[in-house]
């Protein structure tokens, strides 16, 4: 099992900045991918971005440019850095942890970010 931890969802005007963070313990395989995904009111959720425990990096189309994810391995962390944030960018936002070997997800609780226009 692992247990994910995510913070760093808040409010913020639009053009502005929040990072969000995600620390995984449990067991930790080491072949894995971390990622966000979001969702917002009345829509599927969707892809933000992804990260390879080697470190590959994969982006919605609609973040790229403004958001940068990254891990620290050590800390089992990931973050999503999110720059000139939108309005549309308001959704809830939830980790997931991949063991690419077991084949297995796991899923934070979420973390609310709202973009005021």
């Known amino acids: 099992q692992v247990q994910l931890v995510e913070s760093g969802g808040g409010l913020v005007q639009a053009g502005g900045s929040l990072r969000l963070s995600c620390a995984a313990s449990?067991?930790?395989?080491?072949?894995?991918?971390m990622g966000w995904y979001r969702q917002a009111p009345g829509k599927q959720r969707e892809l933000v971005a992804t990260i390879l425990s080697g470190g590959s990096q994969n982006y919605a189309n609609s973040v790229k440019g403004r958001f940068t994810i990254s891990r620290d391995n050590g800390k089992n962390t990931v973050y999503l850095q999110m720059n000139s944030l939108k309005p549309e960018d308001t959704a809830v936002y939830s980790c997931?942890?991949?063991?690419?070997?077991?084949?297995?997800?796991?899923w934070g609780q979420g973390t609310q970010v709202t973009v005021s226009s």
């Open positions: 997931k942890f991949r063991d690419l070997l077991r084949n297995a997800d796991y």
């Open positions: 449990g067991s930790i395989g080491s072949f894995n991918a």
